[in-house]
Nanobody, 124 residues
């Protein structure tokens, strides 16, 4: 049974930081491309950042470039998203996603597995 469990969300003031984690189990984590999507109220789900199985390929949405950093630790089956200089428009539920076919599929918003999400709220 595959599980992707997000943690680290919460309420923060604009300009603050949060670090999200995604703990994976039940899948060969080191062979999967991983990523973060988010969905704000009354908006469509959108791509935030993706990372290849080796960490050699990384892509960010333009809206988070320079502020967010995605990383992974294959030894711990865990992926991270360091979010700095948070803005109210970053408020959303953040989902951990995984795809065995690589970052290209994640960039097309196609994933094999999803986590349940963690809420990030940024106050102005």
């Amino acid at each position: 049974q595959v599980q992707l469990v997000e943690s680290g969300g919460g309420l923060v003031q604009a300009g603050g930081s949060l670090r999200l984690s995604c703990a994976a189990s039940g899948l060969p984590f080191s062979t999967y491309a991983m990523g973060w999507f988010r969905q704000a109220p009354r908006k469509e789900r959108e791509f935030v950042a993706v990372i290849s199985w080796s960490g050699s390929r990384i892509h960010y949405a333009d809206s988070v470039k320079g502020r967010f950093t995605i990383s992974r630790d294959n030894a711990k089956n865990t992926m991270y998203l360091q979010m700095n200089n948070l803005k109210p428009e970053d408020t959303a539920v953040y989902y951990c996603v995984a795809n065995s076919e690589g970052v290209g599929e994640l960039l097309r918003m196609s994933s094999d597995y999803w986590g349940q999400g963690t809420q990030v709220t940024v106050s102005s």
